[in-house]
């Protein structure tokens, strides 16, 4: 027996928090995605139960509206046999209300084991995290991290192209104000992924060239390049604020219809994080065609929230 | 008559070009000789001496008491974040003798009895003298031009309105041709604020936290107007927290100009990045303008080594714990700064090489107390100055921590970082104060 043999392998999870990928290395993301695989068979059995977390009270706690993160959170937190309480707030200003620090607290007084929480401000949760016992989940924090939705994102690629070695994935829209962006290009990059960036310069930074990300203001000239086109929803407030002149100009210039999918790689993925703006980053057609893979991401988010609830929480056991 | 004799010092009086070991003798609040001198000699030249105190100062640098042209007071208004009195004594323990508070307050002081009363809660608690600057315009609201002759009279140093809400070029130019009467200086702080919204510098670090940026050409752009401005009506214009680059570099043409224009940058922009502030979302890091990036501190550092930036200020603002534990985008900016101003100074501008000693110490002595006026009696050891003296202990390595400082509000940027260099006592107007480090 050699003496490697007799030691016992460090725990692959050491995290009681999950707060965004640009602190994870890339085997802590593949650990997760491969703990993710296990638990997508659940969704396929009658009944879609396993104890993992029995006992365990979960807190969805949104300051921002959500339908689908939440709702996805929580099935999550049911199928591993968890508690759940939900909580959605008005973020309370720095003068009126109570602090997030003190909601936090308050809640972890009543047993809270894990907090999911989704904030308008970058942040947020890391500085729950830091206040909390429980463990801390990112459900997306201002225009930050969203991290459960980078690791669905390359879970889903990842079932269709296996290994990602040598493919080209492009993200394509409001970048600067994409927490979604930013969790896929950190998890991508570690990943060893090429990643480009689409879109108006006003709502692309600059600064992403310096991650190792491509920038094309031009989609039309690149859209043979890249295996996957994970498209953003473009918000009207920004059309509004100056970012672009207008939705038409930006569905002109950027959105996916067939014509342009047409000239993409015959495989290509099209992603979409949703809500969907039919008509206007993407066509109705391209939406529901045999390219897209809009619904099999929302599948997928759930083993991949239900891997993170498990791992931060062992991780969060495991603590002396 | 009192008197203090302080012996075997390093003097370091940069108006004065000394930069030696000699002994510094103070008579009541005044500084009667720098030279060497033994006791009897003291005591044979004035008869009339009562009580003769003996500090032995060998090892340690004997400045100019500093001179902090930048700190924000809660009080009148906030005063559960900081008072006049807590501010004062704070600054004793960073080297400071005097002190200029800035009119951010509520109400602002834009009108005498503001200025009289910041004067008067300073003479009261008797530590660091502090003198008021006053708004340009009537609620720092850029409309209605304050009382600036009646404000100089009662002891306004300088007018600024701070950040104003919105833009208001035409009291800024009328509000600078009216204060050049009374040859005082126009204190702008240049953001413009339209693109200053956000909560950290804008640049690569913003783009990757998520956080809105504040575009550093909001800066230049407003330097550069306030120099045109200063071109235009021949008053001084005092450049207050350089942050960038850009804006060094157009403080510095206007100066080649003939424009009269200082230049001041607060102490953390030269020890801290952005970079920093992404590391954690820290809200002790949240200033305003931003903390920038390295090659902003190398123009900083350049803009000092050149003269362009004349003063250094510790930009001091207290604020409450349950404010500053908040999410970074609502928490409200500010840091404390009045005891690691000194440190910062030693270690980031002295121990790097890119400024003398003395070089450093006149951006803390001599040039803001001739921004203020106050050059003729403060900021020199020229014997009939006030009795202002700082004992600094140059080697002294420290690490700020909240338990390592004296002021009420703990929220320095600073937190866990190493520094060289602390006072070790003050003596302010005559009267001897030991700091946190004791003497």
Redesign the interface.
Known sequence: MSPDDTEQAPPRWTRKDLLGL?ELTREEILHLLDTARGFSEISTRSIKKAPALRGKVVLNLFFEPSTRTKSSFSLAAQRLSADLVDIIKE?S??TKGE???DTGKNLQAMGVDIVIVR??????P??LA??LDASVINAG?????HPTQGLLDIFTMREKFGDLAGKKIALVGDI?HS?VA?SNIWGLRKLGVEVGVIGPRTLV?G??K??GVNIHYHMDEVLGHYDVFNILRIQLERQRRGMFPSVREYHHLYGIDQKRLAKMKPGVLIMHPGPINRGVEISHEVADGENSVILQQVSNGLAVRMAALVLTQSAREARP | MDGILIQGGRVVDPHNGIDAEADVLLLDDKVAAVARMTEADVRNNHRGLERLQILNARGLVVAPGLIDLRVHVGEPGRDAEETIASAAQTALHGGFTTIAVMPDTDPPLDNVAGALFVQRQGERAGFAQVLPVCALTRSRAGEELCEIGQLVEAGAVAFSDEQRPADAPGAILRGMSYVSMFDKPVIEVAQDPGLAGGAMNA??EA?????PGIASVAEELMVARACMFARETGCHYHAALLTTRNAVRAVKRARKLGVRVTGETCAHYLALTDAEVRK??DTNLKVFPPLRTADDIAWLKRGLAEGVIDCISSGHRGVAP??K????????FGAVGLETTLGVALTHLVGTGTLSLSQALAKLTINPARVLRLHTRKGSLTPGSDADVALIDPGHTWTVAPDSLFSLRKNSPLLGARLTGRARAVIARGRLHATTQGL
């Open positions: 640009e973020a200003s720095a602090s997030l620090v904030h308008q401000q970058a942040g947020a890391h500085l830091r206040a924090d201002g225009t930050h991290e600067t927490r930013r930074p600064a992403f310096e991650l | 640049g690569y783009a990757l936290a998520g956080v954690a979302y349950q404010d534990e908040l999410e970074f985008g609502a928490a409200p």
